[in-house]
């Protein structure tokens, strides 16, 4: 599929309350080096508007993405861009902090990640840093994510996946659905990593890491 991007720093704002994104729409387009050139309060309406401009030749450099959509993922849509449209670099814009959804978002190598209760100039800054090519976490959540990341390096990809789903809050039985395992085999995950992270079980694990 064509991927050509336009040459100025625009973007797409998915989100699904109105008045969220019209008044982020508001801020952003007052710096003036960037231009919202859509808004989108779905994923079927996000993936309209990318074939549109798809179909126009000129994608978006950067789409930020709520991850809670209604009753829809804003994961799936991320996954969706990076799969038929690579060339455009992903934000993730939440109410959620939590080490979970950050390692999600760094395992499906989102560019940038940023929670709504964050300052309005570190958004800008998010903004700029990943329109340069560069990674952004927002500050207050690089020290966590570190911790996360030394405790994933320790764990094989199956473990990362419970200890994602635990993190998540999960119980043993709805990681086994989750992830079509049996419960007494996840119970044997879980008690590997309890060994390989030095907890003593799961609210040590969650006191420490989540």
Not at 105 to 122: M, P, T
Not at 186 to 192: C, I, N, S
């Amino acid at each position: 599929m064509i991927d050509e991007v336009c040459s100025e720093k625009n973007l797409i704002l998915v989100d699904d309350h109105e008045m969220i994104l019209l008044g982020l729409k508001s801020f952003i387009e007052s710096k003036n080096s960037w231009k919202v050139t859509g808004l989108a309060k779905s994923i079927e309406a996000a993936k309209s508007l990318l074939q549109e401009f798809s179909a126009n030749g000129g994608l978006p450099q950067i789409m930020v993405i709520d991850i809670e959509l209604g009753e829809e993922n804003g994961f799936d849509l991320a996954v969706f861009v990076r799969e038929t449209f690579p060339n455009i670099k992903i934000i993730m814009y939440t109410m959620h902090d939590e080490s979970d959804y950050v390692l999600k978002s760094r395992q499906l190598k989102i560019d940038g990640y940023i929670s709504k209760a964050s300052a309005s100039e570190e958004f800008i800054k998010c903004l700029d840093a990943v329109y340069a090519g560069k990674e952004y976490l927002e500050d207050r959540l690089v020290e966590g994510q570190a911790l996360i990341e030394e405790a994933v390096s320790l764990l094989t990809k199956r473990e990362v996946l419970i200890f994602r789903e635990m993190l998540n809050g999960k119980s043993n039985m709805e990681i086994s659905k989750i992830l079509n395992l049996t419960k007494h085999s996840v119970e044997v995950y879980a008690t590997t990593i309890y060994e390989k992270l030095f907890c003593n079980g799961r609210a040590e694990l969650l006191n420490k890491y989540r």
